[in-house]
């Protein structure tokens, strides 16, 4: 009954409301910032944010939000950071995470690499379905969004601005294939973005977030 309680939490728009603010920030988020992001009072939000602790959703710690030291620093702030477990419910109950295992464990063995990327790149081109590759990277990050990636833009003082995703769909499985499962998701990602338009899919894996990356194609010139 964990996964149900867990979600059942987020039924109440506050507490999803604050979830969701703190996932999307990718970093430890304290109490104040929180509350006055979502625009409620800070005991509300305390509150909001504890309960979610306590069903698994989000990770509590504390730190000195000053970056300061010793005397006159101020007490540590509690913050907040996305759990890492995964929640899921079916009802009934439904294994499909063994299936998945079971089933890439199988192709690893059998050298299926090359069928499950093309497979993959050609469920990605029909989810795509218009046929016309993204035309950018805001297109990108929306495409990326609909699909539970959560994107992230980084490096644009670089002047090499890349999208990034916190979240890996296919987190559970990669963990115990990551050669395979990430190829694959490459693939994937190529069919969804397109693969010779403005934009591309390359790998460059990161400790917790997905292996792959989306950046401005080399041929494009804006």
């Known amino acids: 009954m964990k996964d149900i ?33 979502t625009g409620m009072a800070r005991t509300l939000a305390a509150h909001h944010l504890d309960r979610l602790a306590e069903a698994g959703l989000l990770e509590s710690g504390s730190r000195r939000l000053t970056g ?10 509690k ?11 079916s009802l009934p109950a439904r294994d499909y995470r063994t299936l998945a295992e079971l089933l890439a464990e199988a192709a ?15 469920r990605g081109e029909g989810l795509r379905g218009s046929g016309e590759a993204c035309g950018g990277l805001d297109e990108a990050m929306e495409v990326l969004s609909a699909r539970g990636y959560e994107p992230h833009r980084e490096g644009a003082e670089e002047g090499h601005e890349v999208v990034r995703m916190r979240n890996c769909p296919f987190h559970a499985v990669s963990e115990r294939f990551p050669p395979l499962v990430c190829g694959m998701n490459l693939a994937l990602l190529e069919g969804l973005i397109g693969a010779d338009g403005p934009v591309r899919a390359r790998m460059d894996a990161r400790p917790g977030e997905c292996c792959v990356v989306v950046e401005p194609s080399k041929n494009n010139n804006r």
């Open 5 to 37: 309680d867990a979600i059942a939490v987020l039924q109440d728009p506050v507490r999803r409301r604050l979830y969701e603010y703190v996932v999307a920030q990718g970093r430890e988020v304290g109490r104040n910032e929180a509350a006055e992001a």
């Open 68 to 77: 300061r030291s010793g005397p006159g620093a101020g007490r540590p702030a």
């Open 79 to 89: 913050v907040y950071t996305r759990a890492p477990g995964e929640h899921a419910v």
């Open 108 to 122: 690893e063995q059998a050298g299926l690499d090359a069928g499950l990327y093309a497979a993959a790149r050609r």
